[in-house]
């Protein structure tokens, strides 16, 4: 049981590349998130999916797409990469009683 | 969802209990109280929850004031390995499981 994957796990981009995160989740919980870290600070909301084929934004959409691909799968794509989106994105999923949230490991992304 | 106000950092003897404070002043009556925490770096791991009873798991306990305005979030027994910062969240059951992260505590526990 891997729980949420995340990949890549470290990422190095150039100002106005694209790429996409992917995330997947073996427990099938129904939403799904995507949440960005700031050094020093807390997660942020990006983007979310309540169930599979909805996606909704969250506190800091600029930038950014999501897809549901299916129930297991949300990934996270920067169209035109730029030095404010260097940070760190958590995937998450939550239970079906809506109560504990799982995290992965997260991916290091530095847009130069 | 309610803001929450956690110190910005505590210390803690290996052994002791430590006792995590969050203020909630404005929680509604609907609203949970939940704690996160992250080790170094990595995603976040659910500790607990609870709406206005006191909770214990085996992770810890949660103490929620009458007036719900406060908790505590207390480890009996602090081990080097729960150095992490703890997150104190409010939020709707029915949010979809969104979470509003604040800065949380930095909680250093010492030899």
């Known amino acids: 049981n891997a729980g949420v994957t995340q990949t890549p796990k470290f990422q190095v981009l150039k100002t106005g590349q694209s790429m996409t995160l992917q995330c997947a989740q073996d427990?099938?919980?129904?939403?799904m998130y995507w949440y960005r870290q700031d050094p020093g600070m807390g997660l942020r909301l990006i983007y979310y999916?309540?169930?599979?084929?909805?996606?909704d934004k969250g506190e800091v959409p600029n930038g950014y797409n999501v897809s549901r691909l299916n129930k297991r799968e949300f990934s996270l794509r920067l169209e035109s990469a730029a030095p404010s989106q260097t940070s760190v994105y958590f995937c998450?999923?939550?239970?079906?009683?809506?109560?504990?949230?799982?995290f992965g490991q997260g991916t290091r992304l530095t847009v130069v | 969802d309610a803001k929450t106000t956690q110190p910005p950092s505590m210390d803690c003897a290996e052994g002791r209990a430590a006792n995590l404070p969050c203020n909630h002043s404005?929680?509604?009556?609907?609203?949970?109280v939940y704690w996160y925490r992250q080790i170094h770096s990595q995603g976040p791991q659910y500790i607990i929850h609870?709406?206005?009873n006191n909770e214990t798991n085996e992770m810890a306990s949660l103490i929620i004031t009458e007036d719900r305005k406060s908790s505590t979030l207390i480890l009996p027994h602090a081990t080097l390995r729960d150095t992490a910062v703890y997150y104190c969240?409010?939020?709707?059951?029915?949010?979809?499981?969104?979470?509003?992260f604040g800065q949380g505590t930095i909680l250093t526990v010492h030899p």
């Open positions: 998450a999923s939550i239970d079906r009683t809506n109560t504990e949230a799982f």
């Open positions: 427990m099938n919980h129904n939403s």
């Open positions: 999916s309540a169930s599979e084929g909805t996606t």
């Open positions: 404005t929680i509604s009556g609907n609203e949970y």
């Open positions: 609870g709406l206005k």
């Open positions: 969240i409010v939020r709707l059951s029915t949010s979809y499981g969104k979470l509003t």
